[in-house]
């Protein structure tokens, strides 16, 4: 199983798949869950204005309960692959680890769950339920023609997971110390102050926007959007960019601009969280525009249960410690999931995630693979 793993991660990561391209990675996973009796099916999902994106959805037995792992294949860029100690796609064995780009985020997770997939399978065969995968090439992406489409396809199919793990690296210094029970919404927005143009050295003859938008974003962040909840932190408001577009000394611009983003919890939806900052927005006296990019990042929580208590109590016995139930972090595909089952995320640390020199210990890998195999024996009621 471990082997396999290894040998599965290794082959993942020599597949060129910088987002939205395969590289041949799916296929590479098609081979190994065919022979291990998945039944595989590869599709392709398009969309005017973006690139298509493949996908893979594998499926073995028929009855309940159906746990399905989640991932991705595709990476982030390599930057410059000259600061690399290695060839980012090699997959080199160095210092005990496994150097290349995507394996910790995250081909890693996906050589492990799907090594302790087909392992169980062998053991046990699938006779008390359903196990199945779900793995896109678009997470890293514009997450449009992925796991969204994925999942819809899937119902439209008839299928209806129980539960649903994605392979995420959630932990955050070492294996099994975080689970991902749950995730903050985003929202990103632009701001414009119109104002005219004119010399700086004759400003009554022109309306600096300047001043007012700074007025504008001190009406934002004057005051905190919240204090939290029992399973989020608050919410934060952070301005990312702000550009007048103006490169000279003397010249009053004739527009401001700011963008900003929030990353907001279960207080909150795209629609309030929008009145709230056009409230807050309005209150300076200053006229503006506004635009928020479509939000299909929501603020979602999956309860504690006796499916959370299955997950962490296998960690648990594996690492010798239980691991915190967080919902820090960015955003994940789980926020699709989580409209058709109860979702999860687990997986590697993911220190060195999106960095040069991308890599995980040759032994974190073998854990991670041996706790998904201890959730499956644990949730089909193997011993």
């Known amino acids: ?157 008839g299928e209806r997971f129980d539960h649903c793990i994605v392979g995420e690296p959630t932990s955050q210094h070492t294996l099994g110390d975080m ?26 003859r022109a309306d600096n926007p300047i001043p007012k938008l700074v007025a504008l974003l001190s009406a934002l962040t004057a005051a905190p959007l919240d204090k939290g909840t029992p399973h989020f932190g608050a919410s934060n408001l952070e301005i990312v960019s702000v550009d007048v577009g103006n490169p000279a000394f003397n010249v009053i611009p004739a527009q401001a601009r700011a963008r900003f983003n929030v990353r907001f919890n279960d207080l909150w939806t795209p629609d309030t969280l929008a009145a709230e900052l056009r409230g807050r927005l309005d209150s300076a006296g200053v006229t503006y525009g506004l635009t928020f990019e479509p939000c299909n990042a929501v603020a979602f929580l999956t ?40 979702v999860l995320e687990f997986g590697l640390t993911g220190t060195t995630a999106h960095m040069v020199d991308e890599r995980i210990t040759l032994a974190e890998l073998a854990g991670l693979t041996d706790i998904y195999a201890a959730i499956l024996d644990a949730y089909f009621g193997k011993d």
């Open 303 to 342: 309860k504690p249960d006796a499916f959370t208590e299955l997950v962490a109590e296998a960690v648990a016995k594996k690492t010798g410690h239980r691991p915190t139930l967080s919902t820090t972090g960015g955003t994940s595909d789980a926020r699709f999931i989580q409209a058709y089952c109860p």
């Open 179 to 204: 689970i991902k029970i749950g995730r903050r919404g985003s929202l990103n927005g632009t701001l414009i102050v119109e104002g005219r143009q004119g010399h700086a050295a004759y400003p009554e």
């Open 1 to 157: 199983m471990q082997d396999l793993a290894l040998d599965l991660c290794r082959a993942l990561v020599r597949c060129r798949s910088v987002t939205p391209d395969d590289g041949g990675a799916l296929a590479v996973l098609a081979l190994a869950l065919d022979k291990a009796g998945f039944a595989t099916q590869r599709l392709t999902f398009s969309e005017p204005g973006t690139p298509d994106v493949g996908n893979l959805y594998s499926r073995i037995g028929t009855g309940a309960p159906y746990l399905v792992f989640a991932g991705h294949t595709d990476v982030v860029p390599v930057g410059d692959a000259g600061r690399w100690r290695f060839d980012p796609f090699a997959a080199e064995l160095a210092d005990s680890a496994i150097w290349g780009r995507g394996t910790a985020d995250m081909k890693g997770g996906v050589a492990a769950f799907v090594a302790a997939a087909c392992a169980y399978v062998a053991r046990h065969g699938s006779d008390k339920g359903s196990i199945g995968l779900l793995i896109t090439g678009d997470e890293e992406g514009p997450a449009v023609n992925g796991t969204e489409k994925l999942l819809r396809w899937a119902y439209e199919k």
